[in-house]
């Protein structure tokens, strides 16, 4: 277990907005960051950082958190986690807390983070052994890979055997629920019992942005048609294929530095370039690109080099992807390889140098590759294939964000197909209007749904005394003291309200023997098992003060310890009495409304108790605050 004083450490020693800066495309915005939320699909950034607090908003969604509760939300780790990979980024050396002693691991101790990473060093440390011959041979000798860029990489290889590596996870004591959950078995029903999904296969783990591998891609070695060539992981939380992008985790910085993306389809591409010093590649992990892929690639460039094999297959999937690319706002440029060619093969041939000069030289647009394509497939051979033709690329520049390239592109395809740029106008407007026909039919269909139920509001009050509980944490212990020794006399309204005192006084007390000690109240918010809990905790430490009588108190204490006391204790005192004084309103109400004349007597008795029960509580609340303030 890593200490809290250590994880403090570490979040004091990272900084947020670089780490967020690995996911997201921030800009600048006065003090603070800000960028499109990576929560939802939105055109205006909502997602904020805040560099003096360490802390992100999300005024979309509501998320809100710190370093490591980000980090959680992107990469689907536990807490303890997201601490080793946001310091393994700043290097900080947490190895003396993280080791595992020699001794099997329980269910309950080894997580699915870490069966993914037992997998990717079990089929790592097979490639290197006399078992992987096969697998190495293929990798050096048939595809010109180096051992630096194999280690570089970790990719690995998957024994010829049954069950070579669910009996090596039985020995480890990796649950088999874990290995099941993420395809690395398969049950065998009839004989009641479990096989290695992945067999003689090269394997390629697939790392998350942050360097987590989440999955497995294995190329076959056998020369049987009948088996798959290339076989994934399953789905599961950790991979979503269509949600990553092969390399990117090596490439992201490079991608940044040079402004452009070289995006290609497999796995061998993306190695074969990164050897040859283009370290910018990255694949869409052979599959067609997805929206969010190419969501994801905006966060580091605006311009992607298009390189897919030069089939008609690659073909015709770069002109699909074209449109994925520019409804995203990215600028698509497309390579065409000599016939016969991909990627790695090119670059394996040609070099690193040649491959720069030919991209330079035979660079496309994408008006110009749509153009290509369509007259290579004789679309351009009758007036009424050509219309089909023209209607799909004018289809392509409707997608486009931005007006203004709109316009350009218009013209620039006027000016190629001779046709007036008034009918390609008229053109574009059908188009788009098809296009809004389409995304309000999406969000009648959403409409449609019930929406969820609203949660209760947070009262004024709460938020008070939530924000000043939080914030006294920065000055030292005496209003967590305070609020330990009286927790018996108060429960907020609002349950996540009340999730978040519960959690600060169990802290506490687990420090209350150590009066030195202090939550670092940033680092904490991470530690929250409910999420709704840490999006309210950061969002209020991001907050303006919630009354005037608060910036009015902060005038009178100088002191900001005894500031957040005075205010917790005010609202503390009110939310005592908040509940009797609601009662007291309930019960007038009753007798003015009640026609019985001995319930009505009745009714008033009660009133007199509890006024008097008002007024004693008020009495002593105000004592006990007066004395506190003056002794502190």
Request: aromatic residues 8%; contains cysteine.
């Amino acid at each position: 277990m890593i200490p809290p004083a250590v994880v403090d450490e570490v979040r004091q020693t990272a900084d947020i907005v670089e780490v967020i800066s690995d996911y997201l495309k921030l800009q600048p915005s006065g003090r603070n960051y800000k960028a499109l939320s990576p929560f939802t699909v939105e055109k205006t950034p909502s997602f904020f950082v805040f560099p003096d607090n360490q802390i992100y908003k999300c005024f979309s969604t509501g998320k809100a958190g710190n370093i490591f509760s980000f980090v959680m939300e992107m990469e689907k780790l536990s807490f303890p986690e997201a601490v080793e990979l946001v310091a393994r980024r700043s290097g900080f050396d947490l190895t003396r807390f993280t080791e595992k002693k020699n001794e099997p691991k329980s269910a309950h101790e080894e997580s699915l983070t870490e069966t993914l990473r037992w997998a990717a060093k079990f089929f790592h440390g097979k490639l290197a052994s006399s078992e992987g011959k096969t697998g190495y041979a293929y990798l050096e000798t048939e595809r010109g890979l180096t051992e630096k860029t194999i280690k570089s990489f970790g990719l690995g290889y998957a024994p010829d055997a049954w069950d070579r590596l669910f009996t090596a996870a039985k020995q480890a004591g990796i649950p088999q629920e874990h290995l099941l959950d993420l395809g690395l078995i398969t049950p065998n029903k009839q004989k009641n019992s479990w096989y290695d999904t992945f067999r003689n296969r090269v394997i390629f783990p697939i790392f998350s942005v942050g360097g987590q591998v989440v999955g497995f891609g294995g190329r076959t070695l056998e020369k049987d048609s009948q088996t798959p060539k290339y076989l994934n992981s399953q789905e599961s939380k950790l991979f979503e294929k269509s949600k990553l992008l092969y390399g990117l985790h090596a490439a992201k910085n490079e991608i940044r530095r040079k402004e452009t993306a070289i995006l290609v389809e497999g796995y061998m591409d993306v190695l074969a370039l990164h050897q040859a010093g283009l370290t910018n590649a990255v694949a869409s992990c052979g599959t067609s690109l997805t929206r969010y892929q190419a969501k994801i690639l905006t966060r580091y460039t605006s311009r992607v080099l298009f390189m897919y094999d030069a089939d008609p297959a690659g073909q015709k999937s770069m002109m699909s992807g074209i449109d994925i690319l520019l409804a995203e706002n990215l600028t698509p440029f497309v390579i065409m390889l000599p016939k016969g060619d991909d990627p790695d093969s090119f670059v394996r041939r040609e070099g690193g140098q040649q491959f720069l000069q030919f991209a330079e030289e035979k660079m496309l647009s994408f008006l110009d590759f749509q153009l290509r394509f369509f007259m290579e497939s004789g679309n351009f051979g009758q007036p009424e294939i050509k219309s089909k033709a023209i209607r799909t690329m004018v289809h392509t520049i409707a997608l486009i964000p931005d007006r203004i390239r709109q316009e350009l592109y218009l013209q620039e395809l006027s000016k190629k197909l001779d046709i007036t740029l008034t009918a390609l106008k008229e053109l574009l407007g059908s188009e788009e209007a098809g296009e809004e026909k389409k995304r309000s039919a999406v969000e009648n269909r959403r409409d449609a749904s019930p929406p969820p139920k609203p949660e209760a509001e947070l009262s004024v009050l709460e938020k008070t005394f939530l924000k000043s509980l939080l914030e006294s944490t920065l000055y030292g212990n005496t209003v967590l003291e305070f609020a330990a020794s009286h927790e018996e006399m108060l429960e907020l309204p609002h349950q996540v309200a009340q999730q978040i005192f519960a959690h600060l006084i169990d802290r506490y007390q687990a420090i209350a023997d150590n009066p030195e000690e202090r939550i670092d109240i940033t680092t904490e918010i991470g530690l929250f098992s409910n999420p709704a809990s840490r999006d309210l905790a950061a969002s209020l430490l991001i907050e303006q003060p919630v009354s005037k009588k608060w910036l009015e108190q902060s005038n009178v204490h100088a002191d900001n310890a005894k500031r957040c006391l005075a205010m917790f204790l005010d609202a503390f005192k009110n939310l005592i009495l908040e509940p009797l004084v609601g009662q007291k309103n309930r019960l007038t109400e009753s007798i003015r409304l009640e026609n019985d004349t001995e319930r009505e007597i009745e009714l008033l008795r009660e009133k007199i108790v509890l006024d008097k029960k008002i007024q004693k509580t008020s009495r002593d609340l105000k004592k006990m605050i007066t004395t506190i303030l003056e002794n502190s």
